[in-house]
């Protein structure tokens, strides 16, 4: 049974989402997909732990050999993003339901689960195939899901949103098939760990072929990860979509597709190729730091709280692409650590916001106004969360900021240490937009009194907010396998 | 730079058909028509695969005595995946627009964006 646990990981959710279709049953479809999320938790947990002292997983599927069949492959940064990805999964699932029932008519509840259930299949399916082609169809089940996601929220404009972000990520996708199949044809192989070893010993790393399939793979992959001016979609799909689903995408799904930036970029290519043959750094770190103060200044004039958060998702990208361009182990173990990171603050700010508007039916700054008294709860998490995305010390902000910081001094880059830091007092700003309406205005006398958010989505949320405390203050762990992952990656380790 | 231009005239058709599907995509307005353009672009994708695994006289690739040389088969299967992967977005599209219509009472992205900037004026009022 242990030795197909990589299987199980993906197969489960992906299996279940057409039962839980033929089911037919709302509150049946809830109680299967939380179950799944838990069970898909214990996996990857059992998964990091048994990666966790450098050992790596594979597994074949139907027994076909590797560059052959299509591998499934299991390390340490795999297990990671797995692991991120079924937390905020076991999460989120159930605070859904609750939150769920003022967002999204009763009759699409079935449709909502099975959307939700094959979203979270693609995302593990991508964070843990080895196979260059897999990883292109797993994108686009991820990215099918999600169109039909966020194109249940209750605004017209999700619509609209979905459509964006559709033409957006299928454009993405296809450029990460041009990639691929240009790798393809250099190599005659699509298995990861294979193509590294032939493009390592390939002889004209100038290759025009190599190179148009490292910048087809990169602005796609950029694409789906909302790399600053290819971020467009994301504001419109995050503000739009029903809450939940904005929780767990800014939670997930730009981690995933960051992971797969790393994979191509690192495991593929390989370090050298990539920071001496094609000096990504030179990309990287203008982008992150345009993006660190562009977006951060854009979401200060949000007038939603979800499209600023949104906002400050693509900021926060900057964050980890600007640890990818400094090009050290210091910068990388940022990265790295900053996936995590910020999947529980944002994860953790958005099931604010979906308790805000579970309570007051709006998530714009007229509803926030005086909430501090009225939900005590609520917007303390809002604030602890908060805390952490501007990076204070003992929240898990703090952590990928100290390692960038660090990245930045040891490249003898002082400028970047001073834009990460103006990126932060940004943060701060919008942050305390939020808070100074909710606990020193009172709340307008047009609008209707409003209660707690119920018990159960406040343990859940609190949940979120006590590990970004919790890794913030022992962050050996987290730190642990980030370091080893960078270590790993810049070695140039399949 | 010996490159036979005319030899290699399947890939000059996809980098047509790509530039055409891509600026179809761009330039207009009709959603329906970036769907049409967005298709045209997957299509020179799988055209590129599929002109890649074509072996200079290589057979059908049957499994047969007298067949040696044959094409590589497998991006025809990559590709086949690929497609229904198209098949998928082009659905889930052509919804949405049906959806879209319905709430907006059209299908012109430069309309819809007005009637959003409308609807954010009447909320500033409010």
């Known amino acids: 049974m242990t030795e197909h646990l990589p299987a199980l990981q993906v197969i489960i959710p992906l299996l279940l989402a057409p039962v839980v279709f033929l089911f037919n049953h709302a509150r049946l479809a809830w109680i299967l997909s939380v179950l799944v999320s838990w069970v898909g938790l214990l996996i990857s947990l059992s998964l990091l732990f048994a990666v966790n002292d450098g050992e790596v997983i594979r597994y074949e599927f139907g027994g076909w050999e590797a560059p052959y069949g299509i591998a499934y492959k299991v390390d340490r940064l795999n297990a990671l993003v797995l692991l991120i990805v079924s937390a905020m999964a076991a999460v989120i699932f159930p605070f859904s339901w609750q939150a769920i029932q003022k967002e999204i008519p009763p009759s699409l509840h079935v449709i909502f689960y099975t959307a939700l259930l094959l979203c979270l299949s693609g995302l593990l399916g991508m964070a843990i195939t080895g196979d260059a082609f897999n990883l292109f169809v797993f994108i686009e089940i991820s990215s099918l899901s999600t169109y039909t996601l966020i194109s249940l929220g209750k605004d017209r404009r999700a619509l609209t949103a979905a459509f964006q972000y559709l033409i957006m990520g299928t454009i993405g996708g296809t450029f990460i098939l041009i990639g691929v199949g240009l790798l393809y044809i250099l190599t005659g192989t699509l298995n990861m760990a294979d193509l590294a070893l032939r493009i390592g010993e390939y002889e004209a790393q100038e290759s025009r072929t190599l190179q148009a399939a490292f910048a087809f793979l990169v602005v796609g992959i950029g694409l789906k990860l909302a790399m600053f001016p290819l971020h467009l979609w994301l504001p419109g799909a995050y503000a739009n979509a029903p809450s939940v689903v904005s929780a767990f995408l800014a939670a997930t799904a730009t981690k995933v597709a960051v992971y797969a930036l790393l994979r191509f970029l690192f495991t593929v290519f390989g370090a050298d190729y990539t920071y001496d043959g094609m000096h990504i750094d030179y990309l990287f770190i203008p982008l992150a730091l345009i993006s660190i103060l562009f977006a951060s200044i854009v979401a200060i004039f949000q007038r939603g709280l979800k499209r600023m958060l949104a906002y400050s998702s693509v900021a926060q990208i900057g964050y980890m692409l600007l640890g990818i361009g400094l090009a050290n182990e210091s910068g990388l173990t940022a990265a790295t650590l900053h996936l995590f990171n910020h999947a529980l603050m944002k994860g953790a700010l958005f099931l604010v916001v979906a308790m805000i508007f579970f309570r007051t039916g709006g998530t714009s700054m007229r509803y926030i106004t005086g909430l501090g008294k009225e939900m005590p709860w609520t917007m303390a998490a809002f604030v602890v969360a908060g805390l952490s995305l501007i990076g204070v010390p003992l929240t898990v902000g703090f952590i990928s900021k100290w390692y960038l910081i660090l990245a930045s001094i040891e490249r003898g880059w002082w400028p970047i240490t001073i834009v990460v830091l103006i990126g932060s007092l940004i943060a701060v700003v919008y942050i305390w937009r939020v808070v100074e309406a909710a606990y020193f205005k009172p709340r307008p006398e047009n609008m209707p009194p409003v209660k707690e958010a119920p018990a159960g989505m406040l343990i859940l949320t609190w949940i979120l907010v006590a590990a970004n405390i919790y890794f913030g203050v022992n962050a050996s762990f987290t730190a642990g396998i980030a370091g080893a992952v960078a270590a790993e990656l810049l070695g140039g380790g399949v | ?126």
Do not use: C
């Open chain 2, 1 to 126: 730079m010996n490159i036979d231009f005319v030899g290699l005239y399947n890939y000059w058709v996809v980098i047509f058909l790509m530039m055409v599907g891509f600026y179809t995509v761009i330039a207009y307005d009709n959603l329906v028509k970036k769907v049409v353009g967005l298709n045209i672009f997957q299509t020179a994708v799988f055209m590129m695969y599929i002109s890649a695994s074509k072996v200079d006289g290589g057979s059908v690739p049957i499994y047969s005595e007298s067949i040696e040389l044959y094409s590589n088969p497998l991006p025809h299967v990559l590709i086949l995946t690929a497609i229904v992967v198209g098949v998928a977005i082009t659905a889930l599209a052509l919804a949405l627009i049906i959806r879209i219509k319905e709430a907006y009472g059209t299908i012109n992205e430069d309309d819809i964006i007005r009637m959003d900037l409308e609807e954010d004026a009447r909320r500033d009022k409010l």
